[in-house]
């Protein structure tokens, strides 16, 4: 099974790494990354797998 989600980082408070960190606690894997965003946001389509 196979999920993509977009990783933001803005700053310390603006971003939503937990989630990412959730989902490798769930024992999904990343795949591939790939940088999408603009400055001052960095955005990252995160693909992730489990099997």
């Given at each position: 099974?196979?999920?993509a989600i977009t990783v933001n980082y803005?700053?310390?408070?603006?971003n939503?790494?937990?989630e990412l960190?959730?989902?490798l606690q769930e024992g999904w894997?990343?795949?591939s990354q790939s940088p999408v965003?603009?400055?001052p946001m960095v955005s990252s389509l995160v693909i992730l797998e489990k099997e």
């Open positions: 099974m196979q999920k803005q700053s310390e408070k603006k939503n790494l937990d960190n959730q989902l894997k990343v795949i965003g603009l400055v």
